[in-house]
């Protein structure tokens, strides 16, 4: 029995080395105090630092941040769960508790490795697969930049397919098992685009199988596979009943959800077409998975200084046109219109896919056909908008996703495994001469792959709609130094494509000469594909290590020196200990908005970044707050007391906002709008001081006569996020509004413990109808969308727990009772 086992856990065991060992070589800085500098997740430390100072005082995380755009739902950034299954308890199990990004990189080498397995593909093979997906260039770019929960979902779609394929085979109780855990994990981690996309391949190939099934007349299967799926599926799901439900109901009320106000970026159910169409990929574009830099690599610099034909007509300029251009100094010219670098699958892997597609014939073969070409499609957007327009207005939930390229996740999991596959079925062949003639076909349709890439090559105009643009605007002296600096950086385009398309073809014709000799019984197959599994490798990380290499490390307390230690401006700012809002406009109004979540970090800001702020405060965004310093009414009804800005010498000035109103006040009047669009028209012309606009729909809430008593008070007690207190004191009825953002899922107001209607006042606010008297108004932040998740969490969080462990131990009982055939 202990040879038996010997045996059986040795490749695993040697193919778990493996992938440490290349995640560790790759990220060691990280195991030397040093810190990977990725934008993304220092803007969510902005955002999250808020929750996390909250949850050090109080013990627990609020549903609601105070940081960033003048308030909104905190469940969406940091998040207490209560769920038994937890992505942290599997994922750091699968991870070995590795630090990141070494356990991205780990992670993902064993989940496709573990779909390898169910592949029934020779475990060392499967090592190839597993390297060959992991470090697809795709990956270490997303990490570079701080996508770290596209990565971690990224990693784990390979064992969510595994599991369906282990029911679909009937393993029923392992893949029950395996579908509940990964499924927990995904929808943990929440990166909910990246599911969508995997949804999509688990349903074609689904359908695939079912029509297998079908036609085999095996409805028991069929039925029996389908329920267990679905249900474990569904399981797994609730047992992360918390982030979801809140997810779910945050897009109601986000710019995903659509707006009131329809413009460029949303409609009243969901993203515009061209909004959601943004960051396409042309068509040809998709060949980057095969010539990484076809289109140039990355909007950065890919050329070396001294070679760049471009940089070179730069230096012969007159200097101050010279400095003008280099914002126009982009190799990457592509549909995106700016990227960190490409997709690259690895021209070997895609060798190997094509020659799988070629090698077999099976319903696998099938479904990963026909979920690559329809990913290949989507990834074009709004440059196929006839196709992917229909999907947009009828493809479930598709109108809240945008960036399309994005879904290039789906071909580069597929075409690895297709490789793999081809590997195996390569292996499994015995009549050589019937796979020497496949073969010659699957080299046949590369080379003709090669001739169109090189027409392309030699026809394409390497051009942005900017460069020409460019030349267009540009008359007089300075147009010829203008062309001819185009033109040069047209041929440095041009150069990388070249050169990247003579990379490829030279590591596929290495990998095709290696498969001719096992072909042809000149080497033996252990040489063969381990040739080929190195190559593979160094294929992809020669372009790798562009993107993430030890220059994106930094020491841990320069880190914290560069981000998160708080300028004198901000310390300045800091002294006010009252409760007010700041305007960080050092970098712009549009990095104010958009782009920035630093200045949340240390103070409740008006502005801030996340991918799904709430729609009504967007529309304040575009339509007020963007024509600063012309919307004094919105700033100074979001109690903007201090704004930052810099001056002509590039210091950073503190100026204080003395119309700024507090966190609450009386109005005198109301003024009535019964349409969203008049209710914004209204506040660039508002007193917000003396007025406030609610809408048509309130008026019979609001039994409210105009009164004005400078003896009446209303102040804040204190705001705890999730609770706030205030009290007041008025002679007669009046009208009060709070300089908090209007959420009506989940916020109530009680006046003296009497529930009370809460106003929606000058679009984004709240407002109130306070009695006459001395009077007690707490507002409580109670989501039913959390707490009912909660709930449903923790009976689902229970039954995947008991599935889990009966089929560990139903296993190991079967194991035991096996006879030992080594005796």
Request: without cysteine.
């Given at each position: 029995m202990k040879n038996r086992f010997l045996s059986n856990v040795l490749p695993h065991?040697?193919?778990?080395?493996?992938?440490?060992?290349?995640?560790?070589?790759y990220c060691k800085p990280v195991l030397e105090h040093q810190v990977l500098q990725q934008s993304d997740v220092i803007h969510w430390k902005g955002m999250a630092q808020g929750s996390f100072e909250y949850k050090e005082k109080y013990g627990h995380f609020p549903l609601w941040t105070n940081n960033l755009f003048s308030g909104m739902p905190a469940y969406q950034i940091a998040l207490d769960s209560d769920v038994i299954i937890t992505p942290s308890w599997f994922y750091n199990l699968f991870t070995l508790f590795l630090p990141k990004p070494i356990s991205f990189f780990f992670l993902a080498s064993i989940c496709f490795y573990f779909l390898t397995q169910v592949f029934r593909v020779n475990s060392y093979l499967g090592i190839i697969g597993g390297l060959a997906y992991a470090y697809a260039t795709y990956n270490p770019i997303i990490i570079s930049v701080g996508h770290d929960t596209k990565m971690q979902s990224i990693a784990l779609m390979p064992a969510f397919l595994a599991s369906l394929v282990l029911i679909y085979n009937k393993k029923y109780l392992w893949g029950a098992a395996f579908t509940v855990v990964i499924t927990a994990i995904l929808v943990g981690i929440n990166h909910v685009q990246i599911i969508y996309y995997l949804l999509l391949i688990a349903a074609i190939m689904t359908i695939v199988y079912a029509v297998s099934w079908i036609r085999q007349r095996d409805f028991r299967h069929l039925f029996i596979a389908t329920s267990i799926a679905i249900l474990c599926g569904v399981l797994g799901t609730l047992s992360n009943a918390i982030s979801l439900f809140t997810s779910f109901e945050a897009s109601k009320t986000s710019i995903r959800g659509g707006s009131e106000l329809v413009n460029k970026n949303t409609t009243q159910e969901g993203l515009s077409k061209d909004y959601a169409f943004d960051y396409s990929m042309y068509r040809s574009e998709p060949f980057v998975m095969l010539v990484p830099k076809m289109y140039g690599g990355s909007t950065g610099l890919e050329v070396d200084e001294e070679q760049s034909k471009a940089i070179a007509e730069l230096r012969q300029m007159p200097q101050g046109l010279g400095q003008q251009l280099q914002g126009y100094l982009q190799f990457y010219w592509g549909g995106i219109g700016g990227t960190s670098g490409p997709p690259y699958v690895g021209a070997i892997i895609c060798f190997l896919a094509l020659l799988g597609f070629v090698l077999l014939n099976n319903r696998d073969k099938v479904w990963i056909l026909i979920a690559s070409a329809l990913a290949i499609v989507m990834s074009w957007g709004g440059y196929f908008a006839a196709f992917n327009g229909f999907l947009l207005n009828h493809l479930p939930f598709y109108n809240k996703f945008r960036a399309p390229s994005m879904i290039i996740v789906i071909p580069t999991l597929l075409f690895c495994l297709m490789a793999v596959l081809a590997l195996q079925r390569i292996v499994e062949v015995k009549n050589k001469q019937e796979l020497w003639e496949k073969y010659k076909t699957s080299l046949v349709i590369t080379g003709s792959l090669f001739i169109a890439?090189?027409?392309?090559?030699?026809?394409?105009?390497?051009?942005?709609?900017?460069?020409?643009?460019?030349?267009?605007?540009?008359?007089?002296?300075?147009?010829?130094?203008?062309?001819?600096?185009?033109?040069?950086?047209?041929?440095?385009?041009?150069?990388?494509?070249?050169e990247s398309l003579l990379r490829s073809f030279l590591f596929i014709t290495g990998a095709a000469l290696l498969i001719f000799l096992y072909i042809k019984e000149k080497i033996k197959a252990p040489v063969a594909f381990a040739c080929i599994g190195i190559a593979a490798f160094i294929d992809v990380m020669a372009i790798n290590v562009k993107y993430l290499n030890a220059g994106n490390y930094q020491d841990e307390a320069e880190y914290q020196q560069s981000y998160f230690t708080p300028s004198p401006a901000d310390q300045q700012v800091l002294q006010d200990k009252g409760y007010y809002r700041i305007f960080d406009n050092r970098d712009g109004v549009g990095s104010a908005y958009n782009a920035s979540a630093l200045s949340a970090y240390f103070h409740r800001s008006i502005g801030g970044y996340h991918p799904a702020k709430l729609s009504i405060y967007q529309d304040l965004i575009a339509r007020q707050l963007y024509n600063y310093p012309n919307c004094t009414a919105a700033i100074n009804m979001l109690n903007t007391k201090y704004i930052i800005e810099r001056d002509s010498t590039g210091k950073d000035v503190v100026r204080m906002n003395a119309n700024a109103l507090g966190p609450v006040w009386f109005v005198d009047s109301l003024r009535f709008e019964s349409t969203p669009e008049a209710v914004m028209n209204g506040l660039s012309t508002l007193d917000p001081k003396g007025t406030a606009i609610v809408f048509t729909k309130d008026k019979e809430l609001l039994s409210y006569t105009s009164s004005k008593n400078s003896s009446d008070v209303i102040k804040l007690i204190e705001n705890k996020n999730d609770d706030i207190t205030y009290e007041s004191n008025a002679a007669t009825p009046r009208f009060a509004v709070f300089s908090e953002v209007f959420y009506d899922r989940g916020w109530k107001a009680y006046i003296d413990n009497k529930e009370a209607p809460i106003i929606r006042s000058n679009y984004v606010l709240r407002g109130l109808l306070v009695p006459a008297g001395q009077h007690q108004i707490k507002f409580e932040f109670r989501p039913a969308a959390y707490y009912n998740g909660r709930n449903i969490a923790k009976v689902a969080g229970i039954i995947a727990m008991l599935l889990v462990v009966a089929t560990i131990g139903l296993s190991v009982r079967n194991y035991l009772k096996k006879p030992n055939l080594d005796q």
């Open positions: 065991v040697i193919a778990i080395a493996v992938f440490l060992i290349v995640a560790i070589v890439l090189l027409v392309f090559y030699f026809n394409a105009d390497y051009t942005l709609p900017q460069d020409k643009q460019l030349v267009s605007q540009v008359t007089g002296p300075g147009s010829g130094f203008i062309t001819s600096f185009v033109n040069a950086l047209k041929e440095d385009r041009k150069g990388l494509f070249g």
